[in-house]
């Protein structure tokens, strides 16, 4: 897969993980959202109900500004 700068990613040996809890969180294809640490720093994210559907690829800098906005409450519903 290439994403947008030209890179090529590999997605063929990703170990897609989920963060549920509770009921199910064993089950594949149980939750919403499926995180994957590829090579060089990118992040995969796919829906974990539709695993052969598209996923959005990461860079580093990306995934820290994502995952800073979400301890910081920046996607928190009012």
Known sequence: ???GNGTNVDLSGARWLNGGTGEGVD???SHNVEI???ADGHVG???GKNPDGPVLV???GEWAAF???VRDG???RP
Do not use: H, K, Q, V
Request: proline letters at 10%; charged letters at 20%.
């Open 1 to 3: 897969m290439s994403i």
């Open 27 to 29: 089950t594949p294809g």
């Open 36 to 38: 994957a640490m590829l």
């Open 45 to 47: 994210m796919r829906d």
């Open 58 to 60: 990461f860079t580093p």
């Open 67 to 69: 995952t800073a906005g």
């Open 74 to 76: 920046e996607f928190d």
